[in-house]
């Protein structure tokens, strides 16, 4: 089955500057990459998501980028506010085998500091 | 719109107790996902159902079960309570099959289940 690691476990950051986590994967056959935000207390919030077809996606100051090849993708937060504080999940699913569930990373636990 | 939710909130149980855990999708959405959240082993994937059926199962034991109602609605039942089943249940949806290009779910808030 599946397996997604993900890197690093905790990171903090000054307030302003970049924040990126990393995800590596196992199945060739995954397709889909969601990141999730959980915040304490409450449940997981889709903040981007990637297809295997693209190579990367922007929104604002969050982006994602996908290597196929190397089975890795990355979350790149950009001018860190202290609102991004935060658990953040990285995930892999291979949509459209039968097989439509998420494989979650461990979690990053990000911490921005004012 | 209404996203996903949960209920109860919080349940508290004793060893060898059952447990039911309901969840709500977004409106229009007909698959329902249900994930487990224990302290320090991240979100496991329990169950998905689409149309009233099951379609995938996760690593669990048997006596970890559920159902889909015809409204799309979702109930997960848990019997034989362990101290190690306390964790946090969380439901997600997402759009039929054959409506998405993806598997974008989205989650509930989640039910706090602890086992003493």
């Known amino acids: 089955g599946e397996n997604v690691e993900q890197h690093p476990s905790t990171l903090s950051v000054q307030e302003g500057d970049s924040a990126v986590i990393k995800c590596t994967y196992s199945?060739?056959?995954?397709?889909?990459f969601p990141w999730y935000k959980q915040e304490l207390g409450k449940g997981p919030q889709l903040i981007i998501d990637?297809?295997?077809n693209v190579g990367e996606k922007k929104d604002q100051r969050i982006a994602v980028t996908l290597n196929k090849t190397a089975k890795h993708f990355s979350l790149h937060i950009t001018e860190t506010q202290p609102e991004d504080s935060a658990v953040y999940f990285c995930?892999?699913?291979?949509w459209g085998f039968g097989n439509e569930k998420l494989t979650f990373g461990t979690g990053t636990r990000l911490t921005i500091i004012p | 719109e209404a996203g996903v939710t949960q209920s109860p909130t919080h349940l508290i149980k004793t060893r060898g107790q059952q447990a039911t855990l309901r969840c709500s999708p977004i409106?229009?959405?007909?698959?329902v996902y249900w994930y487990q959240q224990a302290l320090g082993l991240g979100l496991q994937f329990l169950l998905w159902?689409?149309?009233?059926?099951?379609?995938n199962r996760g690593n669990f034991p048997p006596r970890f079960s559920g159902r889909q109602f015809p409204n799309y609605s979702s109930e997960l039942n848990v019997n034989a309570l362990e101290l190690e089943d306390s964790a946090l249940y969380l439901c997600?949806?997402?759009?039929?099959?054959?409506?998405?290009?993806?598997?974008?779910?989205?989650f509930g808030p989640g039910t706090r289940l602890t086992v003493l």
């Open positions: 990637i297809r295997s």
């Open positions: 997600a949806s997402s759009l039929a099959l054959e409506a998405s290009s993806t598997d974008t779910q989205y």
């Open positions: 199945d060739s056959a995954s397709n889909y």
């Open positions: 995930a892999a699913s291979s």
């Open positions: 159902y689409d149309e009233g059926e099951e379609r």
């Open positions: 409106s229009g959405h007909t698959s």
